[in-house]
């Protein structure tokens, strides 16, 4: 989808794929690149932490045959490790790597160095990185982050924001103060992650009626990162990637199965997406 030079590319992951919905059904990988094209995605993230290179391989015929383009999601676990995924992205004719950096020292002064190592091994390879933020890694915390972006002014994120609302357990309605870190966060993102989460969970159902008051806050800072990014891009792919995760990701009842489809939750977040794409002009509107 285009407009005046933007392009608007969504994607899904492999790993919401395995399974896609509440049957537990496990498609093949031919399976899953022919319903993923059939529903209109432009392309598939595929996560090294929830799979592997083999797996990337294996589905990448697919891929090509169904003109779906590949995003590389790396968890690097040392800094020199990354430069080969780095590689391997270039090779896939991935748009850029998703970097999940699992190199996790415990302060400031020890982190700038590592997010410069790799911001220059991806100048040399000339693969372009964005850090997500993401738990567990070393974006961990939603004010970390925030030292980061003031110390280091090239680091790009990648925002998957369902992760901070849970790492900092917001209050709704949020205060402004905290309205105002997460625009921050979105300032320095140029794509971003589909996902809607309340101060206690992490992927919440989409038709739950107790949880549209953080859907509507979710869809608020999309429509704010897509204005953003199109005031700042005069031409360029945005990419944004829904991203709903099977079980424990996904919650279930007392027998194991999921509360709801996340298939259908993935095509309804894609809907949302292209309507506030569509409905979003440079001036915010």
């Known amino acids: 989808?285009?407009?005046?030079?933007?392009?608007?590319?969504?994607?899904?992951?492999?790993?919401?794929m395995k399974p896609h919905d509440h049957t537990g059904k496990i498609l093949s990988h031919q399976d899953i690149c022919l319903k993923v094209k059939d529903a209109e995605f432009d392309g598939l993230a595929l996560d090294l932490g929830a799979s592997d290179i083999n797996e990337a391989k294996a589905i990448q015929p697919y891929l090509e045959k169904n003109d779906l383009i590949p995003l590389i999601v790396a968890f690097p676990k040392t800094v020199a490790s990354l430069e080969d995924?780095?590689?391997?992205?270039?090779d896939f004719g991935s748009p850029f790597v998703d970097v999940i950096g699992q190199v996790t020292p415990l302060s400031i002064e020890g982190m700038v160095p590592i997010i410069r190592d790799w911001l220059e091994m991806s100048d040399k390879v000339n693969m372009p990185i964005l850090f997500e933020t993401h738990r567990n890694c070393?974006?961990?915390?939603?004010?970390?982050?925030?030292?980061?972006?003031?110390?280091?002014?090239?680091m790009r994120l990648c925002a998957d924001?369902?992760?901070?609302?849970?790492?900092?357990?917001?209050?709704?309605?949020?205060s402004n103060r905290d309205l105002g870190l997460i625009s921050r966060i979105i300032d320095r993102s140029d794509s971003f992650q589909g996902r809607v989460a309340s101060r206690q969970q992490?992927?919440?159902?989409?038709?739950f009626p107790q949880n549209k008051k953080w859907i509507d806050l979710f869809k608020s800072w999309w429509k704010e990162g897509i204005y953003k990014w199109k005031k700042r891009n005069f031409c360029d792919d945005f990419l944004f990637l829904c991203e709903l995760g099977p079980p424990e990701y996904a919650m279930t009842d007392q027998f194991g199965r999921e509360m709801s489809n996340r298939w259908e939750e993935s095509l309804l977040i894609k809907s949302w997406i292209q309507e506030?794409?569509?409905a979003t002009d440079k001036s915010g509107n």
């Open 1 to 16: 989808m285009t407009e005046k030079g933007h392009s608007l590319k969504i994607f899904t992951s492999l790993w919401s």
């Open 85 to 90: 995924t780095l590689l391997m992205a270039k």
């Open 138 to 154: 070393i974006t961990n915390d939603l004010y970390t982050t925030l030292l980061l972006l003031d110390a280091i002014p090239e």
């Open 161 to 174: 924001l369902s992760h901070y609302v849970v790492d900092r357990e917001f209050w709704y309605p949020l």
């Open 202 to 207: 992490i992927q919440l159902q989409l038709n």
């Open 276 to 278: 506030i794409w569509n």
